[in-house]
C-alpha cells in the first residue's frame, strides 16, 4: 500500500510540473504572434519573420548613429519607437528633421530586391513614420530616404492631401485613395515589389500600382525635391527600413517573401 500511495504522489507531482511549465510557456509567449510562421510556410521556405517579439535582431541603426534603444519591445512583443527626448537637425532642401534621442531609423541588416512585405502598425498623436525600401546603407548618405523611396505611416487625420503625404502614399511622389478605413488600433500594410511593379496594400484595399525605374518614374522624380539627391529612386536592392520621425509608432507581425 506504501509504494502505492509513493507512486500515486510522484504521478501527481509530474503532472504539477508539467502544468506549471505549459503556464509559463504561455506566459512567455508573445499576444500578437510575432509573425509567428505557419508550419506549412516554414517548410516551404516562402516566407521570413523579420521580428521575433523578443529581440532587435536582424536589424541596426542606419549607419550606427545610435544605440537604438528609443527602439523599445513591449512585453507583448511589438516593436515601439518611444520619443523621450526629441533631436532636430536642420537638412538643407529637406528643412528641419526631428527624431528621437537615442532612436535613429531601423535598417534591416539584409538587402532585398523583388519581394512581399507584410506588417502590422499603429500610431500615437502626433504621427509620422513611414517604411522605406531599396535603401543603400552608405557613409555619403545620412539619411535613408536619400536613396529608399517611403510608404508613407501615420494618422489619416494629418495627411496633407495635395501633397502625396497621406498614410499609404508613396511619400511626395504618389498619392493613395482618400477613402481609406483606418483603425485607432492596429492596420495592415504590404508592399510588394516584382519585376519593377510596387504595389501598396492598406487593410487589405489595393492603394496604386506603379512601375519603377521607367522614364516615368524618373520624371515623377525629377518634379520633387528628391532631385537634391541623385541616388534616390535608383537601386533595384536594399535594405528595408523603419522611419523614425520622432513620433510614437508600433510594429509587429513584421515578415517577408522573396519572390
Not at 535582431?57 to 512585453?75: F, L, M, P, Q, R
Not at 511626395?172 to 510588394?192: F, K, M, Q, T
Not at 518614374?217 to 520633387?224: C, F, V
Amino acid at each position: 500500500m506504501r509504494k502505492l500511495l509513493i507512486f500515486i504522489y510522484g504521478i501527481l507531482l509530474l503532472i504539477g510540473c508539467q502544468t506549471q511549465q505549459k503556464q509559463n510557456n504561455a506566459e512567455e509567449k508573445p499576444s500578437n504572434e510575432n509573425a509567428i510562421l505557419a508550419a506549412e510556410e516554414i517548410e516551404a521556405n516562402t516566407w521570413e519573420s523579420l521580428f521575433d517579439g523578443k529581440t532587435k535582431n536582424g536589424w541596426h541603426v542606419y549607419n550606427n548613429k545610435s544605440d537604438g534603444s528609443a527602439w523599445e519591445i513591449t512585453d507583448d512583443g511589438v516593436l515601439h519607437l518611444n520619443p523621450k527626448e526629441i533631436l532636430v537637425t536642420p537638412v538643407p532642401g529637406a528643412g528641419d528633421l526631428s527624431r528621437a534621442a537615442k532612436g535613429g531609423d531601423l535598417a534591416t541588416d539584409e538587402e532585398y530586391d523583388d519581394f512581399h512585405l507584410k506588417l502590422e502598425w499603429k500610431v500615437g498623436n502626433p504621427s509620422n513614420s513611414g517604411i522605406m525600401m531599396f535603401v543603400q546603407e552608405v557613409p555619403e548618405h545620412d539619411f535613408p530616404w536619400q536613396t529608399g523611396p517611403e510608404v508613407q505611416i501615420m494618422h489619416y487625420l494629418e495627411c496633407a492631401e495635395e501633397d502625396n503625404n497621406c498614410v499609404g502614399d508613396l511619400y511626395g511622389l504618389v498619392s493613395g485613395p482618400r477613402d481609406l478605413e483606418i483603425s485607432e488600433d492596429w492596420n495592415a500594410l504590404e508592399i510588394i515589389s516584382n519585376n519593377s511593379i510596387l504595389e501598396v496594400i492598406v487593410n487589405g484595399r489595393k492603394l496604386y500600382s506603379i512601375t519603377m525605374w521607367d522614364d516615368n518614374w524618373k520624371d515623377m522624380i525629377a518634379k520633387t525635391k528628391f532631385t537634391l539627391w541623385p541616388d534616390f529612386g535608383t537601386y533595384n536592392k536594399g535594405k528595408i527600413v523603419l522611419q523614425d520621425h520622432g513620433h510614437p509608432v508600433w510594429y509587429r507581425n513584421i515578415k517577408i517573401k522573396r519572390l
